[in-house]
């Protein structure tokens, strides 16, 4: 998938992260968000021609040369591993509650970034390191016209979920 479609799949999660947790305050719903954001994105650092790989080039290039692509930051067990790794630094520097937040956020974000890819014909190891065998439950090709209604039905995720925490029925 593009970029712009798994930062709408973290929209979409952050927007259901809203619709399960409305007593958040807004510092808590920011920290979540800015957290789904970075981590629908941060997959994709294994590739030097994603969004994230351009920015950190140093970064994506040991990555990438370490795991290669749709390897080790694709797999939930790792991007869990990562998420608690990034808990214990934040606790050891007293990076507070809203690192917390964030963190749960980037998780989230990270996860619906591995799903989007598992709708592609190329998969997602989702059980690496156990495994490298890549799984996918559809065959959407990137930047296809399916790519792009699959992006519209996000879009529509996204407007409900935000209606129902704005405007509960």
């Known amino acids: 998938m593009r970029y712009n479609t798994h930062l709408m799949g973290g929209v979409a ?6 619709a399960i947790a409305p007593e958040a305050t807004v510092e ?8 789904t954001l970075i ?13 994230i790989g351009k920015r950190l080039k140093l970064l994506s290039f ?5 795991t290669g ?11 869990a591993a990562l998420s608690i790794a990034l808990l214990f630094v934040g606790n050891l520097f007293g990076f507070g509650q809203m690192w917390l937040f964030g963190i749960i956020g980037f998780f989230c974000g990270a996860i619906s970034h591995v799903l989007l890819d598992a709708l592609t014909p190329a998969g997602v190891p989702l ?10 439950f559809a065959k959407i090709k990137t930047g296809s016209f399916g790519e792009t209604l ?7 995720c ?3 979920a935000l209606g129902s925490y704005w405007l509960p029925i």
């Open 69 to 79: 692509h749709r390897g080790a930051t694709h797999a939930p067990i790792l991007l």
């Open 39 to 51: 981590g629908s994105l941060f997959p994709d650092i294994d590739h030097k021609g994603s969004f």
């Open 127 to 136: 059980m690496y390191p156990f495994s490298k065998e890549s799984t996918n």
């Open 28 to 35: 808590v719903g920011l920290a979540m968000t800015a957290g």
């Open 13 to 18: 999660t952050a927007a259901a992260l809203y």
């Open 62 to 66: 040991l990555v990438r040369m370490t």
């Open 150 to 156: 699959f992006g519209f039905a996000l879009m529509l």
């Open 158 to 160: 996204i407007v409900v």
